[in-house]
């Protein structure tokens, strides 16, 4: 498992964000030696992550995307419409060539977020008609 960790610069405004705006749960959350919240574990169904401040002060964002397969139990479309409705300022939710249904939205601190379901799996046929090699991985 490989779970990454997003610096973030403020990380009050960062969590409310992930968990008012997108709706993911808490699972984790360490303090600092005085007391103040600065680093914790944010969940999407199977999807995690890790939100630090960093002291060094990193610019973070920008050249970083993550793209989160929500539960299957999801309804993409209605999820969509909450963010919104939580203002959140996402991009047009849409079907891709390849099966998945999305939507991008940028955090706080600049890291693009791409929440999505797969709606209809690309055969191998649809794939080569794309230019798309599809190589299952072993392990």
């Known amino acids: 498992m490989i779970m990454p960790i997003l610096s973030v610069k403020n990380f009050a405004v960062s969590k409310k964000?992930?968990?008012?705006?997108?709706?993911?749960?808490?699972s984790v959350s360490m303090n600092d030696d005085n007391g103040n919240e600065v680093?914790?574990?944010?969940?999407?169904?199977?999807?995690?992550f890790?939100?630090?401040i960093d002291p060094a002060g990193p610019t973070p964002g920008?050249?970083?995307?993550?793209?989160?397969?929500?539960?299957?139990?999801?309804?993409?479309?209605?999820?969509?419409?909450?963010v919104?409705?939580?203002?959140?300022?996402?991009d047009?939710?849409?079907?891709?060539?390849w099966g998945d249904r999305k939507f991008d939205i940028?955090?706080?601190?600049?890291?693009?977020?791409?929440?999505?379901k797969t709606v209809?799996?690309?055969?191998?046929?649809e794939a080569a008609a794309n230019n798309i090699t599809m190589t299952p991985v072993n392990g």
């Open 120 to 125: 209809k799996p690309m055969t191998q046929e």
């Open 50 to 52: 890790g939100l630090g």
């Open 84 to 90: 919104k409705a939580r203002g959140g300022a996402a």
């Open 17 to 26: 964000f992930y968990t008012e705006t997108l709706g993911f749960k808490q």
């Open 62 to 82: 920008a050249t970083v995307q993550f793209m989160v397969y929500v539960p299957d139990s999801t309804d993409l479309d209605q999820y969509y419409a909450d």
């Open 92 to 97: 047009d939710l849409k079907t891709e060539y």
């Open 39 to 48: 680093f914790g574990i944010f969940e999407l169904g199977k999807a995690g």
């Open 106 to 116: 940028k955090d706080p601190d600049g890291y693009w977020i791409t929440l999505c």
